[in-house]
């Protein structure tokens, strides 16, 4: 069953292309098609196109699909294109004519364009609440090994003294700026294009503020090519929020897969979290870290391999735009996945104490050091020359301690104003 059958057979070879995998990627939209189809029918019943009881028996017939839905129990067989026309063919078996009117003054167009948004919209939520989970797993990381000093690298050459506290809080601060990139993506698919039809509204006088309300949308997207332009644009804001969380794991996790090097030796994970070598008995591998960091580093290419399907695509509705599923909502699984596993990691990550008693570390403090002849009344270019010399002639002396006091700096870590920051920002 097609919603556009005229009773014109379809080649099967073009049949297969065109649909694709629409099928198996519909099912997580399943429940969001009869949200629409249910604040769809009662607009109906309100403006007169359906009966009462057409409406109560339509909206009776979509709860319970959504309730198949959410138990896993909603299929999409091969005789069926999408899952709208899945859905549209249940209400037309169950009810009758009233299964039939339910497309009235819609089209399939603006129907993947409420689904996709009322998806995105749980989407982004749900990553949110990922997002603080790890932030608040990072901050209590952080606070719980703030003394513990860590060297600090540029060019991957030590550079000056870090900790722990430090660390984890550098990434946890990071999760705000991700968390800002989700809310705007919130805002832009929290709009209704419901109505917008095929593209260019309907002769029918719909009542599109009324969806909108019906479905918790904060405002319309009122121009109808506008809603139908917003196919693809919703996608990628999502896709580059999501990437936004991806670059932040996945540097996370390359600094895990480093300092457990033997080469660095800064943290140890417990068996449970590492895994071994066929050949090399002694082998405990981050693979857990590596593969987040392959599979972030994935998504971070999804905003491109949008912008690419789309960024020539004139206005108006394109098939190029079902591709867009293909890609969006696997990384979709993917990320949550990782963020995930990683919250499930990072609690049980070991630190090392008194790492930088090794004598190779004692040139991380040769700026505390030429800071403090400058207090001293040393011009700051005569310090820095000076304690140059002594790295020179072997005379140099490690401080061995930092007197950091500035906001954000190694003894203040300003924590607790880092929470406030993101309580005000989430």
């Known amino acids: 069953m097609k919603l556009w059958e005229k009773g014109i057979p379809t080649d099967k070879q073009i049949e297969h292309f065109t649909v694709g995998n629409d099928r198996e990627l519909d099912l997580v939209l399943a429940k969001y098609d009869a949200l629409g189809s249910i604040a769809h029918a009662k607009m109906l019943g309100q403006i007169g196109l359906l009966t009462d009881s057409e409406t109560v028996s339509l909206v009776l017939a979509l709860e319970e699909i959504i309730k198949d839905a959410e138990n896993g129990k909603f299929e999409i067989e091969d ?30 167009n603006d129907q993947v ?25 990072l901050m209590e990381s952080a606070e719980k090994h703030q003394n513990v000093l860590l060297p600090g690298y540029t060019h991957l050459q030590i550079a000056m003294p870090s900790s722990f506290g430090m660390w984890f809080s550098a990434y946890a601060e990071t999760l705000i700026d991700d968390i800002t990139m989700l809310n705007a993506a919130l805002k832009i698919v929290d709009q209704n294009p419901l109505g917008s039809a095929a593209g260019y509204g309907s002769s029918f006088p719909i009542n599109r503020t009324f969806t909108t309300q019906e479905l ?27 990437s936004s969380v991806a670059a932040t794991l996945a540097k996370f996790s390359m600094d895990v897969c480093l300092y457990m090097s033997q080469n660095f030796d800064f943290i140890t994970l417990p068996s449970h979290l590492t895994t071994g070598s066929s050949i090399m008995p002694h082998k405990k591998n981050p693979d857990v870290f590596e593969l987040i960091r392959g599979k972030c580093n994935k998504i971070q290419a999804l905003p491109y391999e949008i912008t690419l399907i789309t960024n020539n695509l004139p206005s108006g509705y394109h098939r190029d735009l079902q591709l867009l599923k293909e890609g969006l909502f696997p990384a979709i699984q ?11 990691a990072i609690k049980d990550i070991k630190v ?11 040139y991380l403090f040769t700026v505390d050091s030429l800071n403090e002849m400058v207090v001293a009344g040393m011009p700051f270019r005569d310090a820095y020359k000076a304690v ?12 061995k301690e930092t007197k950091h006091t500035h906001e954000g700096s190694i003894n203040n870590l300003c924590l607790d104003a880092i929470k406030e920051k993101m309580k005000s920002s989430y």
Do not use: W
Request: overall charge neutral; hydrophobic content about 40%; charged content about 30%.
């Open 388 to 399: 140059a010399e002594q790295l020179e002639n072997g005379t140099f002396k490690s401080p």
């Open 334 to 344: 993917n990320l949550k996945a990782c963020l995930d596993i990683a919250i499930f």
């Open 352 to 362: 090392k104490e008194h790492i930088l008693d090794d004598k190779k570390y004692d």
């Open 113 to 137: 364009l409420v689904d996709v948004n009322l998806y995105l919209k749980d989407v982004v939520k749900e990553l949110k609440e990922q997002v603080k989970s790890l932030f608040d797993l």
């Open 216 to 242: 918790g949308f904060e405002t319309l997207k009122f121009n109808s090519v506008a809603a139908q332009m917003s196919r693809g644009k919703s996608e990628k804001t999502v896709a580059f929020a999501m």
């Open 79 to 108: 005789s069926f294109e999408d899952v709208h026309s899945k859905i549209e063919y249940l209400l037309t078996v169950k009810l009758g004519d009233a299964g039939k009117k339910i497309h009235t003054a819609r089209s399939r």
